[in-house]
């Protein structure tokens, strides 16, 4: 594996590597489990007594066993006196417990949709959660919430006392869709024709440039992908892809030499190891529409970032940054390859929402 891997670093026998990776993609499915990183995430961080409790009643361990932007791949694996069927009974509390996660997750989004932050994905909602608590605050002070110094009655301004009409729905019209008062100094925005108050829209584009509606981009964002790094990218007309066998085989090749991490990463100054990513496109006209958004993806230094791996553990590593990518040749979404139909349109959707689209 190390002959290949350095094999690889070179961009030699790419034939031989490509093989490896599909055969990879076999072996048995009973003891994983795929999972939504931001769901993962949300668990760990939130709720470890949880999964702490069902690795002990279940005497499993779960670990993960893969990764991409999007997804995780858990193993499963009896430890110390397991039942027989501890697996399988492990497997489906696992995922039981995931999908009680992603209840949970939604609720959290769902608080702040009604404070104006729909524009923000679920991985966001936790840190919303804590930070957010003043735009909440801003509302009910909007709506004349008792209690709060916006609800007193007799002289407040027309922001702090709303008009209700006879159904009881609110007058949208002149509603901040940030803070639910009456919109002070308009600003409406150029693409979409959404409108906020001026202050609160430019507090919301501050921590995002994106319509806190639509989710319409505006401005182009840069990430803090390291800039030593390259993307090579040739084509296989031999390698056929499950569900695009009339065509052949882009093959992207993202390489990191060592760096040292510079103001925008968590830790400045900190030296990371370089590294090599690869990843498979269909070369159709649609694949080749994809290779060009990855381009200009990979020029904004959205590709990548600096973390910490999920698989390994350890920090101060190149890692993938939201932008999924498929890096396998088979095995379906559930190990990050082929066939998956909707796969190109799904990952244009997650380009565009960063602003990347065709010119």
């Known amino acids: 594996m190390k002959a290949l891997s350095f094999l690889m670093r070179l961009g030699l026998n790419r034939v031989s590597f490509v093989l490896s990776r599909m055969a990879a993609c076999g072996g048995n499915s009973k003891n994983k489990v795929t999972v939504a990183r931001h769901v993962w995430d949300f668990l760990t961080r939130e709720s470890p007594a949880k999964l702490l409790k069902l690795k ?4 499993v361990k779960v670990s993960i066993d893969g990764e991409t932007s999007d997804f995780y791949v858990l193993r499963l694996s009896t430890e110390g006196h397991a039942p027989p069927n501890g697996l399988y009974l492990g497997r489906k509390a696992l995922k039981a417990l995931l999908k009680e996660t992603e209840k949970e997750l939604k609720k959290v989004q769902r608080q702040y949709e009604l404070a104006g932050c729909m524009a923000f994905s679920d991985k966001n909602a936790t840190e919303l959660l804590y930070r957010g608590s003043g735009i909440a605050a801003r509302g009910q002070q909007a709506r004349g919430v008792p209690g709060s110094s916006g609800g007193a009655i007799g002289g407040g301004s027309s922001r702090e006392l ?26 409406t925005l150029e693409k979409c024709k959404h409108s906020f108050c001026e202050d609160c829209i430019t507090r919301a584009l501050q921590v995002k440039k994106a319509c806190p509606m639509c989710g319409r981009f505006y401005g182009q964002l840069v990430g803090n992908q390291p800039e030593n790094g390259k993307m090579l990218v040739s084509k296989d007309s031999s390698l056929l892809l499950p569900g695009y066998e009339k065509y052949g085989t882009i093959i992207i090749q993202y390489v990191f030499l060592p760096g040292i991490q510079g103001a925008e990463h968590p830790n400045p100054g ?3 190891p370089g590294t090599t990513r690869v ?35 350890r920090p101060n590593v190149i890692t993938w940054n939201d932008i999924h990518h498929k890096t396998n040749c088979s095995g379906g979404p559930q190990l990050f390859g082929y066939p998956d139909p909707t796969y190109l349109a799904r990952v244009q959707e997650e380009l565009r929402a960063k602003g990347i689209a065709e010119d």
């Open 56 to 59: 002990e009643e279940n005497k």
């Open 162 to 187: 709303r008009r209700e009409d006879p159904s009881g729905e609110d007058d949208q019209e002149n509603q901040c869709p940030i803070c639910l008062g009456e919109i002070q100094n308009i600003k």
């Open 270 to 272: 900190v030296r990371y």
């Open 279 to 313: 990843a498979y496109l269909p070369d159709c006209p649609e694949g080749n529409k994809v290779l060009a958004l990855f381009r200009k993806a990979f020029d904004q230094r959205l590709t990548f970032t600096i973390g910490t791996s999920m698989t390994t553990g």
